[in-house]
């Protein structure tokens, strides 16, 4: 991960983010103050490094205006690991279902991969180098025969694997078939229940140490070979035990855990079922937000300096329905806005990777060439709009329903359709959208 992703300032992220994210300004601004706070808390005295907590952010509005897309894409882009996860899916200790501790073991698998990735990139070249010294072994072997007894025998034998090594640098091997061992890995052992994910890990680590190892010979080219190789090489020089290391730390300093539906953990008053299990999950939060130690199958992970940004609509209840305690850890809280007419509009066309650049981009590959009007925009944003406001507001997600029903006579037709250029013009948007819209009852299940 480098530096410079995160010495990033708030202006510099929130500029990052405009790129694929409309609106919502005042969330934007919170997130990105809160990675700079990492990079400053990393400046401090070691001292006052440990006393300075994370600033937690609590983010509240309907589903699809953009609260998991923020976190996503910050993390993305600070180079942090990330999870996402649902709070529903947890359930007090004791009860059936996740507990708590997993989202940190995931936190952890995150932050393996990401370093794994930079060390892999580091031990590249040297990977290749060994790589390509056992395929010239596998096509001459390196050694003389042992009927090889003469001097000018086991010269011979060095000036044809020279030239061998010369034809292969030159590429003149890649069809060649060489014989390659692999390691096939078995079926995971996979235990159910609750408090078994940890058990789960550790047998399956014990397991893998002392059974032994499947292997089976197989014919391949030389330049399906030497990507095996060079993958087997990289996975001899990296360092594992560096690698756990370094994830570990990283996890602890830089991790962001985001933990969606977090209104969904709130007792209802006056009903019974599930209260006592939802409260009980946010007993168990508490502690992993404020600060504790996880045993992972990596070593113990320490969740003082996880950054967790939470989300939830808060439609039947609100932030202060949480218990105080839990409240107290996110201390910053954004309320992020209804999406409208016009910050339709622009989701379909300024994000860089924007739906109509996806549609447009789709239609090429079938040599379709898609145009579309700015009253056709227009139009679609005004269903959009119009249909969550009439039926459940599914914020910008309306978006992706709209365009599917929109396109889909296109993109049935367009293989039969190349080298056509379609324009999508208001009066196309209306055809296919019109009488699906003004039936409210058909509009809550096609749109």
Do not use: C
């Not at 929130?14 to 997130?31: M, P, T």
């Not at 550790?202 to 190789?229: C, F, H, S, W, Y």
């Not at 806005?337 to 650049?357: A, H, Q």
């Not at 599914?394 to 379609?422: K, N, Q, W």
């Amino acid at each position: 991960m480098s530096s410079t992703n995160q010495d990033l300032t708030p202006r510099e992220i929130v500029g990052l983010l405009d790129a694929d994210i409309v609106g919502q300004n005042e969330a934007k601004r919170a997130v990105a103050i809160a990675v700079r706070n990492r990079w400053r808390r990393k400046n401090l005295p070691g001292e006052l490094q440990q006393e300075v907590s994370p600033k937690n952010i609590l983010m509240i509005g309907p589903t699809g205006v953009g609260k998991t897309e923020i976190a996503r894409r910050l993390a993305k882009l600070t180079g942090a690991p990330f999870i996402k996860i649902e709070a529903t899916k947890f359930t007090e200790v004791g009860y059936y279902g996740r507990d708590v501790e997993s989202m940190v073991r995931e936190l952890v698998d995150n932050a393996i991969a990401i370093v794994r990735e930079t060390e892999k990139e580091a031990v590249q070249e040297d990977a290749k180098k060994r790589a390509e010294k056992r395929l010239l072994d596998l096509l001459i072997s390196p050694r003389p025969p042992h009927t090889a007894t003469e001097p000018e025998e086991i010269e011979k034998h060095e000036r044809s694997r020279e030239r061998m090594k010369q034809m292969l640098e030159a590429g003149q091997m890649e069809d060649r078939n060489v014989e390659l061992m692999i390691e096939q890995k078995g079926s995971p052992v996979m235990l159910s229940g609750m408090g078994m994910e940890q058990m789960d890990m550790d047998l399956q680590g014990m397991l893998e140490k002392i059974m032994p190892k499947n292997t089976a010979r197989r014919e391949m080219t030389v330049a399906d070979a030497r990507k095996v190789l060079v993958e087997q090489e990289i996975e001899a020089l990296l360092d594992k035990e560096r690698i756990h290391e370094a994830a570990i730390k990283l996890a602890e300093n830089l991790g962001i855990i985001f933990l969606d539906e977090i209104d969904k953990i709130v007792a209802n008053e006056g009903k019974g079922g599930n209260d006592v299990s939802r409260q009980g999950v946010q007993r168990d939060l508490l502690p992993i937000v404020e600060g504790t130690t996880v045993q992972t199958k990596y070593g113990y992970v320490n969740t003082d300096h996880v950054m967790f940004i939470a989300a939830g609509a808060f439609h039947k209840v609100s932030p202060s329905d949480l218990m105080p305690e839990l409240q107290g850890r996110f201390p910053i809280r954004v309320e992020l806005s209804d999406l409208t007419k016009e910050d339709f509009v622009r989701i379909l066309t300024e994000p860089k990777s924007s739906l109509m650049r996806q549609y447009v981009e789709l239609m090429k590959t079938e040599e379709v060439a898609v145009h579309f009007t700015e009253d056709a925009l227009e139009e679609i944003a005004s269903y959009a709009f119009q249909v969550n406001q009439t039926t459940q507001n599914i914020g910008a997600r309306r978006l992706y329903t709209i365009m599917e029903r929109l396109l889909e006579e296109l993109s049935f037709e367009a293989p039969d359709m190349r080298y056509a250029t379609v324009e999508i013009n208001a009066a196309y948007v209306k055809q296919r959208l019109d009488d699906v819209s003004k039936d409210e009852d058909l509009s809550r299940f096609i749109l």
